[in-house]
């Protein structure tokens, strides 16, 4: 199979804002005007060394020196001003999944690239990463492809920038520019290539790889009201689209216009006169709209869904905090779930008390919120239960900390269990 070569900066991953947060230490550290916000985007790509020599009229000694200041901040700190861009961990599965070689060559120092990789858990889908050493200022990339590649020409590199079209060129191998990083078809049209992509899509016929088809994955997040739900679904969200997941997030109740609906009649005030009974029927009601409207179509498209409550909450608290019967709530809810249960569960563990007291200081209670502590300590010990008669699917993590702190120690086992999955995709 042919091998592929995959530019970083621009290409895998959208790094501007910690290049040109770097870029302008440099220049700032080396005296001189600093220049326009355009003129400072041209340094998105290029090896560096050259960039500085170009576009700031350095010399070799400058350059380097420019350099050097360059990686006082962005190798210690602003790398991590990064994400990966849409679509590229779903092409990287369909390469690998139909047995192509994979390679990154970039200009970038190869103990920074091999961070970035990992950091982004990367690392699993590449043959090698080659990039300069760290003090070597690098000026053409053909020679990296050698490393690369050892001589072999049955590949193809993709970029977007003129130095990934010179250095495939200088190679011998054709090379695909993108549009959807750094490139611009102004650079393009100056350089030229063999093939042109306006986004990751494009990629897959260029290419010649199938679209890997495989099913999503399902995460929802559980605990107590006050326990900091939304707000850990939220951060998870964004970590994971960081990353390169296809996320879709929702919540229950709700999710649909039809659930939404439905969300209002429990949680409103006026409705102190809904029994047990009902309360079950209607969470139920909205999960079974949600499901087939939201969840599967989603699952089914190969997306992540990441859902604020699913159908352990009505185990909890319908049934055990009503005490209809853990079970039977469970049963009754079969149907609206229809086999779609979660991959991973996210039990965030707070003292119901201290929940609701959390919950009570930053809005107004609900209707549900309101009954007495007895039924939220029920509902604490059923999803107490559920952790302990689910371990696999559960991860339980103490919720007393700061947000950020919490959120990271979730991302962390929760990215886990997503890499092994990638990696049995991959084959």
Not at 42 to 49: E, R, S, T, Y
Not at 343 to 362: C, H, I, S
Request: one cysteine or more.
């Amino acid at each position: 199979m042919k091998a592929i070569v995959f530019d970083l900066d621009g290409t895998l991953t959208d790094s501007a804002c910690g290049i040109i947060r770097a870029v302008r230490y440099a220049i700032d550290k080396m005296q001189v005007e600093m220049p326009s916000d355009e003129l400072i985007s041209k340094f998105l790509g290029p090896p560096l060394a050259l960039s500085f020599r170009e576009y700031m009229g350095f010399n070799h000694e400058e350059a380097v020196k420019a350099t050097e200041y360059y990686r006082e901040v962005y190798n210690t700190e602003y790398w991590k001003y990064n994400k990966v861009y849409p679509g590229i961990r779903q092409l990287l599965i369909s390469l690998k999944k139909n047995g192509h070689r994979l390679y990154v060559v970039t200009g970038k120092p190869m103990a920074i690239a091999n961070k970035v990789i990992t950091h982004f858990k990367l690392d699993h889908f590449f043959d090698r990463v080659i990039g300069p050493d760290e003090n070597q200022y690098y000026d053409g990339k053909c020679a990296s492809l050698n490393a690369a590649l050892n001589g072999n020409k049955n590949a193809i590199m993709v970029g977007d920038r003129a130095s990934d079209i010179l250095g495939a060129r200088e190679y011998g191998i054709p090379v695909v520019y993108t549009l959807y990083g750094y490139g611009s078809i102004e650079e393009y049209n100056k350089f030229g290539a063999d093939f042109i992509v306006n986004n990751v899509e494009e990629l897959y016929d260029v290419l010649n790889c199938p679209k890997a088809k495989y099913k999503g994955y399902f995460i929802s997040i559980e605990g107590n009201d006050g326990s900091g739900k939304s707000t850990q679904r939220d951060l998870l969200r964004d970590k994971l689209v960081n990353f390169g997941f296809d996320v879709y997030a929702t919540r229950e109740p709700g999710g649909t216009p039809l659930s939404e609906k439905i969300r209002g009649l429990l949680l409103d005030r006026e409705n102190n006169s809904m029994t047990s009974l009902t309360e079950a029927y209607l969470f139920a009601s909205a999960r079974a709209q949600h499901v087939e409207e939201v969840i599967m179509p989603a699952i089914n498209r190969g997306e992540l869904v990441l859902s604020d409550r699913f159908v352990d909450s009505s185990v909890a608290y319908q049934g055990a905090g009503h005490e209809l019967g853990m079970d039977i709530v469970a049963k009754l809810n079969a149907p609206a779930v229809n086999g779609a249960m979660p991959d991973t569960t996210v039990y965030l563990d707070l003292p119901f008390e201290n929940a609701m007291r959390r919950r009570q200081e930053n809005s107004k209670a609900d209707r549900i919120e309101l009954y007495d502590y007895s039924f939220h300590e029920r509902a604490q010990n059923a999803f107490h239960k559920l952790v302990k008669d689910n371990p696999e699917r559960f991860i339980s993590v103490d919720a007393a900390g700061d947000a950020e702190t919490i959120s990271e120690n979730i991302f962390a086992r929760v990215i886990e269990r997503l890499i092994d999955k990638e990696k049995v995709l991959c084959g």
